[in-house]
Each structure stands twice: as structure tokens, then as C-alpha cells.
């Protein structure tokens, strides 16, 4: 670092004048408080430069510690370089205070090889000193070099450890900045509400509900619960961790919640499907920024009550608020979802009025959505428009046209990309997983692992169902392998994808010690619903309903797949009257709509106990029109029980759902002839003639 030394006429400053700043000295600078109010950083500086050097040496020394400060928040590079010439010349470079401020002067700069010199010439090392650096390394990024001088640096305390934790975190280290907590307690170093509130953000990410409420008596024991930031970020836990009841009553305990703890109560809620117990904190709200008006959108928007979320919106314009780019996103997302094209086409006129359509990010936005309301042409156009070099447009139109199975256009488009990112890799394995062309998702994914791409957890789960719809344990067991040491991150899809795939490569038991291990570490249903399936797909209906059973008591929300599975393990146990319970309970107790899945299990279930007649009532009740599954189902439950009656009537409805339904014909043949009722079983026959009907050949899908 070279600073040259002027002459004084050189050192004055210009007539330019600063905006008043607050010199409080820094706890680690000084104790010492000022007695006279703010100044000018020039105003410390004049009577050096103006050669009067009145004041005696302690405060000469502190005003020069106050101007450094003053630099470092104005970011006024020039003049603190100025200062520290100053400093050089008078000789004041080995005091320590002043040393400290500019090290922290050049850190917050930036000019970290400066700092760096700086701290280099300190001629012991001070903990003062280490902290700044460390908190400098931490803030541009420079992680390691913080870790290399965490380890080495003595007397650590409070703020080494809080600076270390804080620059963990932010790099998505949970596991290490949570390490380091450990570290902390085991020294008996007391932790401050920063602290706290940062380990508490790291275990949100890794740990479940036993570690929230172990943190919140952490908290309590401390007397850091007055703290809003700290009781936020446990409220914020509580969520994360599905334990609403928790997070509620800790969020009333707070004296004064501040508008991100009632944001983050509301987001709790609505990611948890509560919007109305959202919507009841919203109108309590008594001052509404922007942010809470898109989190209670954001919550209409995932329960899919769109209307309800247009309305909020001109509600919010009413107050004289506007839209952030944040939240036009989640709208013309949510309308790409739900596919309300001329919605969708308004917020994106919007996001030209509001000038938001220069994003980058909002570009990709929009060629989402027009491919998800299946305009692939305005999709493209909206592309050509957009940035050649932002790679997430480029992956929005490759999602688009997997999304309306253009296959093969989407895979040139993945060639011609002058980049690409793991997001781009994982959504062509993801069509060909889709497409039923596994083999070409594998292939894929294994040039993508030979090109140096690290696989994330989306990716892991897409190469795992094609693996699953092939069959190939050892496959399989590689992959599964494969995230174990490269570190992947598991999920609850992830996890769920793993029990899948070893269920569907024939492997139960390995499924089965898999779900054990991460049973109680789960926060969504999606595990459950795979183990379920997978035990029912077996054959083991009991312990597939057992494990349902468990997670009825748990506080975790079932969906539709999760009846899907309990309805096919009552289906192979033969137990009717518990699959019918099952049945009535998804809407009555767990607000699941039935769909017509559900009703082809029960018309199965009745099936297969001789119960044609509540079958065949099922399928008349039922709220949408029975498909060929259903139909087909019917018919050979009359064949295997013999029941012609039901079985013409099934035959002719599947023949108006599908006429051309061979195999209906030759059902309802077989019904004829185990009757003794030759001639019709012949004239069915013949009839299938006379419309050239064939029955499709059965094939093994194995060998």
C-alpha cells in the first residue's frame, strides 16, 4: 500500500460541504464520549491542516479516531487516505486506537489488501484488530480467509464469534455456523441478542421443533426475549418447523412486534394453507407497508382464491401503494399457474407502465407464464425481447416447452445456450423423466456430472424418478449414493423421491430404513405419502395403514396423494369398511377433495369384496364424469363375480366414454359366456368384428 505525502496546501479539503453525521466513538475504539455535538469531518481535520495543533495530545488523538469514523460511513475514500497520510506523518501510526480505525476504515472500504497491510504491521495480534478483519472478509465474501483467522486469533469473545457465526450463515454454512455456536457455549462466552437471532436463522434451515424449543429457553434463560429481531426469528422457526400454535403464542407475547413479525406470522400461516388466519392478523395491522400487503396476496395466491388476491390488490392501489417487483412476480406467476391468460397479459402491461420489464428477472417472469398458459409463441417472442445472456430466460422457455412436451425443440434450445446452470440441466432431465424417455434423462445426467455441474436437490429428483420408472436397483443405489457424498442437501421431496424410487425398484426394506431415519425430521407430508404408497404397492397394507395412523397425530398437513396410498392399502387387504371411513374423512376432517382417483380406488375396493351395487351407486354420484378406468374397473369386478346385470350396464357406459374400447367388448363377452348366455356372448363378438374392434396385446415391460 503506498500513501504519498503532500505538501499541506494539498491536504485542505474543498468548500464542499457533508451532511451532518452522528461521531459516536466505537466501543471498541474508545470510552471515552464526546462532549461537544457532532461535527464536520473537515471540521476535525482544519486545525491540522491549518498547522494549529492547540488541543492537547488525548484529544488531537480522538479527533482523528472521530474523522476516521466520519470517513468510513461517508465512504469518503480521499480524504480518509488523507487522514491516515496525516497519521504517518505525525507519527501516530502505533497507537493502537487509531491503528484499529484504520484497518476498520480500509474494511469497510473494501480494500481489504489494505487492511490486510494494515493489520499485518500491528506488532502483536490484537482480538480488536482480528474482529474487524474478520468482519471485513465476512462482508466481501471472503470466507475462507475469515475461517483461517477465526482459528488463530486469541481471547475470542462474543463479537468474534457472533461476526464468525453471522458470515456462516449468510454463505449458507448452517451446519459450521451452528459448530461455531457450539464452540461458543462450550467457552461459557455469553451471547448477545445478535448472536442469537443469527444461530436461530441457522437452525431454521437444519433443525426441527426439539431444536427451536431448545433455543427458546436458550433465549429466555438469557433475557434476550425483549429483543424483537430474536423473538422474530424464533416466531419465524416455529414456522418453518409447522408448529403454528407455538409461533402464535409466542408472537402474542410480544410487547411490541414490529411489521416483519407480523409479516412473518402471517407468511407462516399462509404457507401452511391458513390464509385466513392470516388474513385476520392483516386487518389488525394497524400501518400496512407494501410488504404486508404482498404477503397476504402471496397467501391468497398459494391457496389458488385468485379472485380474493385481485381484490386485495386494488385494495392496496386504493391506499395510494403501489406494487413492488416482488410482488407483480408472485402475480403473473400465480396466473401462469392457474392459467388466467387475461390477467396475466395486464400485469404484464404493468410491468411496462412501471417500467419493471427492464428486469431481467421479470423478463423470465413472463416467458413462464405465456408457456404455462400454453401461448408457446408469445413465450418466444417475449424471449427474442429479453437478454441472450440472462440464463434464466433461456431456462423459463426450456421449462415452457417441456411444460407443452416440446421435447426435441426444448433440447435444441439446451444445445444452443451459450451457458448453462444447473437449473438449465434439471429442467431437460425433468422432460425426459416426464416424457416417459427415462433412459435419455440418465444419459443426460451423467454427461452433466462428467461437465463439472454439481446437481442440486431438484435435479436428484427428476434423475431418481426416471431411475424409478426403470426399475435398475443398483442404478439406484449409485445415485443415492452419490448425494450422500457430494453433500446434496435432502428435502423432504428429495427424501420422499429416495423411498420412492428404492419402493419401485422392488427394494421395500431399504424404503422403509430410509423413512426411519428422517421420519421425525420431516415437515411436509411428501415422505409419508411415498412410504405409503410404496407399502400398499407391496402388499403390506397393515403396516402402510399403521404408518398412516402416525401421521394422523402429527401436525402435518395430508393432501390427496396421501389418501391415494391408504385407499390402495385397504384396496389389497380387502378392508371395505375402513377404506370407506377413509373415504368420507378426507373431506369432512382434512378438507381433501376427492378426486376421481379416489373414486376409481373405491369402485376397486368395492369391487374386488362383490359390492357392485355400492359401486356402481359410487360411480352415479359421483361429482365428474367416470373415465374408462373407472368403467373398466366395474366390468371386471362383474366378470370376477359373475354379475351380468351390472356388468352390460358397465359395458355400455365405457363403450359411450370410449367405442372403440376393445377389451370392454371382450370383457362383457366373458361375462355372457361364464352365464351360459352363448348367444349374446356371440353377437358381442360378432359386433366387434363388424367394427374391426382388436384387443391390444398383452407385453412384458421387463424383458
Avoid at 467457552?187 to 443469527?198: G, K, L, Y
Avoid at 369384496?609 to 368403467?631: F, N, Q
Wanted: with cysteine; hydrophobic share 45%; net charge neutral.
Amino acid at each position: 500500500m503506498n500513501i504519498a505525502i503532500r505538501s499541506k496546501s494539498l491536504f485542505r479539503f474543498s468548500t464542499t460541504s457533508f451532511p451532518s453525521i452522528s461521531l459516536q466513538n466505537p466501543k471498541w475504539v474508545s470510552t471515552a464520549t464526546p462532549k461537544s455535538p457532532p461535527q464536520h469531518p473537515e471540521n476535525h481535520l482544519r486545525p491540522f491542516f491549518n498547522g494549529q495543533k492547540t488541543q492537547k495530545p488525548r484529544d488531537y488523538e480522538l479527533a482523528i479516531v472521530s474523522t476516521l469514523k466520519s470517513c468510513s460511513t461517508l465512504l469518503a475514500i480521499s480524504q480518509g487516505q488523507q487522514v491516515h497520510a496525516l497519521v504517518l506523518k505525525s507519527g501516530l501510526n502505533s497507537n493502537m486506537f487509531i491503528q484499529n480505525s484504520l484497518i476498520n476504515m480500509y474494511a469497510k472500504f473494501g480494500f481489504l489488501t489494505d487492511a490486510q497491510y494494515m493489520f499485518d504491521s500491528c506488532p502483536v495480534l490484537d482480538s480488536v484488530s482480528c474482529n474487524i478483519m474478520i468482519v471485513g472478509y465476512v462482508k466481501f465474501g471472503r470466507l475462507d480467509d475469515a475461517r483461517k483467522l477465526f482459528d488463530v486469533m486469541p481471547c475470542k469473545g462474543c463479537v468474534s464469534y457472533t461476526s464468525m457465526i453471522i458470515g456462516l450463515a449468510q454463505n449458507d454454512c448452517w451446519s459450521e455456523a451452528i459448530g461455531v455456536f457450539r464452540d461458543l457455549m462450550f467457552e461459557v462466552v455469553m451471547p448477545n441478542e445478535v448472536t442469537m437471532s443469527s444461530v436461530i436463522s441457522a437452525y431454521s434451515h437444519l433443525g426441527g421443533i426439539w431444536d427451536c424449543r431448545m433455543l427458546h429457553g436458550l433465549v429466555k434463560k438469557l433475557g434476550l426475549e425483549v429483543f424483537v429481531l430474536v423473538s422474530t426469528n424464533l416466531v419465524h422457526m416455529y414456522c418453518v418447523c409447522s408448529s403454528l400454535w407455538d409461533a402464535r403464542a409466542l408472537f402474542d407475547e410480544m410487547a411490541e412486534p414490529n411489521v416483519v413479525s407480523w409479516n412473518v406470522m402471517m407468511n407462516g400461516y399462509s404457507k401452511a394453507g391458513f390464509v385466513d388466519l392470516a388474513r385476520d392478523l392483516f386487518d389488525r395491522i394497524s400501518t400496512r407497508d407494501v410488504v404486508c400487503w404482498g404477503t397476504i396476496i402471496d397467501g391468497y395466491v398459494r391457496a389458488g382464491r385468485l379472485d380474493e388476491a385481485f381484490t386485495l390488490y386494488r385494495a392496496m392501489l386504493r391506499t395510494g401503494l403501489g406494487p413492488n417487483d416482488v410482488m407483480i412476480v408472485d402475480l403473473i406467476s400465480a396466473c401462469g399457474k392457474l392459467m388466467a391468460f387475461g390477467e396475466g397479459q395486464q400485469f404484464h402491461g404493468i410491468t411496462i407502465k412501471t417500467g419493471f420489464d427492464c428486469y431481467d428477472f421479470m423478463q423470465a417472469t413472463i416467458i413462464h407464464f405465456y408457456a404455462a398458459c400454453h401461448r408457446v409463441e408469445f413465450a418466444w417472442l417475449q424471449f427474442e425481447l429479453s437478454s441472450k445472456d440472462h440464463v434464466p430466460s433461456w431456462n423459463a422457455l426450456i421449462a415452457g416447452l417441456v411444460r407443452n412436451r416440446m421435447i426435441d425443440l426444448a433440447r435444441q434450445l439446451f444445445n444452443d445456450m451459450p451457458e448453462r446452470d444447473v437449473v438449465s440441466w434439471s429442467s431437460m432431465i425433468s422432460g425426459y423423466s416426464q416424457s416417459k424417455q427415462p433412459n435419455l434423462a440418465l444419459e443426460l445426467f451423467h454427461e452433466m456430472v462428467a461437465c463439472n455441474v454439481k446437481p442440486n436437490e431438484i435435479t436428484m429428483v427428476c434423475v431418481l424418478s426416471a431411475i424409478a420408472t426403470l426399475g435398475i436397483l443398483k442404478e439406484g443405489r449409485w445415485a443415492h449414493e452419490y448425494i450422500r457424498n457430494n453433500s446434496i442437501p435432502l428435502n423432504d421431496n428429495l427424501n420422499a423421491a429416495i423411498i420412492d424410487m428404492y419402493a419401485k425398484c422392488g427394494s421395500i426394506k431399504t424404503a422403509l430404513e430410509v423413512f426411519h431415519q428422517i421420519r421425525d425430521k420431516s415437515f411436509s407430508v411428501s415422505p409419508w405419502n411415498a412410504i405409503i404408497g410404496g407399502l400398499a404397492m407391496h402388499g403390506h397394507a397393515e403396516l402402510s395403514l399403521k404408518i398412516f395412523s402416525d401421521l394422523q397425530n402429527r401436525n402435518i398437513k395430508l393432501n390427496a396423494i396421501t389418501f391415494t396410498g391408504v385407499l390402495c392399502a385397504c384396496c389389497h387387504a380387502g378392508l371395505v369398511e375402513a377404506g370407506k371411513q377413509h373415504f368420507q374423512s378426507m373431506k369432512r376432517l382434512y378438507d381433501v377433495e376427492p378426486t376421481i382417483k379416489h373414486y376409481g380406488c373405491m369402485v376397486d375396493l368395492l369391487g374386488r369384496a362383490g359390492r357392485l351395487e355400492e359401486a356402481e351407486e359410487l360411480i352415479r354420484s359421483m361429482p365428474m364424469k367416470a373415465d374408462v378406468v373407472i368403467w373398466g374397473t366395474l366390468l371386471a369386478a362383474c366378470r370376477t363375480h359373475g354379475n351380468a346385470e351390472i356388468g352390460v350396464r358397465a359395458a355400455e357406459s365405457l363403450a359411450r366414454v370410449e367405442p372403440s374400447h376393445g377389451g370392454g367388448r371382450v370383457l362383457l363377452s366373458n361375462i355372457y359366456a361364464d352365464a351360459g348366455r352363448w348367444e349374446d356372448a356371440f353377437l358381442v363378438r360378432q359386433a366387434m368384428k363388424s367394427q374391426r374392434m382388436t384387443r391390444s396385446l398383452g407385453y412384458s415391460g421387463v424383458v
